[in-house]
């Protein structure tokens, strides 16, 4: 169903699949592993900078630095992905499977494979590097529990590549 998601975009249908992936860890386990900590918070945007900044610097000349993504894409990358992706995949499954480096591992795969539509139905090859930042993003939930760190670095690596994306293609995927 969230492959479905990845793959086309039916307008309320686009809205109904974070529910489900919000849903699901909170009914199959009465929570979802969100806390509001400073240091989870700092390690979250930490993380982000240590990882993401190379790209931004190495992979974008200045002179082609994208303009800021629409506030209502950014909100829905926030919201709409990055939060259920995480609540879903690092709070529900890697808890499922373990929270440790085999949990990691076996999340970042399906995780991975959660964005093969996007390259069989839009020759997107980039959809099935996710498996590398969901390994980071397994590693922070593993260190802290908390999806919160993980939150923030989808959502940083997801406007970056969106603004990159754009840069190469002419294009933003996921524009309401």
Same mark, same amino acid.
């Given at each position: ?5 990845? =793959?086309? #975009?039916f ?8 529910? *489900? ?9 009465? $929570? ?26 190495? /992979? ?6 994208? &303009?800021?993504?629409?506030? &209502?894409?950014?909100?829905? &990358?926030? %919201?709409?992905? $990055? ?5 879903? *995949?690092?709070? !529900?499954? &890697?808890e ?14 399906? !995780? =991975? ?5 996007? /390259? %069989?139905?839009y020759?997107?090859?980039y ?17 802290? $529990? ?9 959502? #940083? =690596?997801? %406007? ?8 190469? #293609?002419?294009?933003? *995927?996921?524009?309401?």
């Amino acid at each position: 169903m969230v492959s479905v998601y990845h =793959a086309f #975009s039916f307008g309320v249908f686009k809205y109904l699949i974070p529910f *489900f992936l919000m849903a699901v860890p909170f009914f199959m386990t009465n $929570s979802i592993n969100i806390k509001l900590k400073m240091r989870d918070l700092f390690y979250g945007v930490l993380m982000s900078v240590i990882v993401l900044l190379p790209f931004w610097l190495f /992979l974008w000349p200045a002179e082609n630095r994208p &303009q800021l993504i629409p506030l &209502q894409v950014m909100v829905f &990358q926030l %919201i709409g992905i $990055s939060l259920p992706e995480e609540a879903y *995949f690092r709070g !529900f499954l &890697q808890e499922i499977l373990g929270n440790n480096i085999r949990g990691v591992i076996v999340t970042s795969i399906l !995780f =991975a494979l959660m964005h093969l539509p996007q /390259l %069989i139905f839009y020759g997107d090859g980039y959809a099935l590097l996710t498996f590398f930042p969901s390994l980071v993003m397994g590693f922070m939930y593993m260190q802290t $529990s908390n999806i919160l760190p993980s939150v923030i670095f989808h959502f #940083s =690596a997801n %406007i970056l590549f969106l603004g990159l994306y754009d840069i190469l #293609s002419h294009r933003i *995927f996921f524009v309401l």
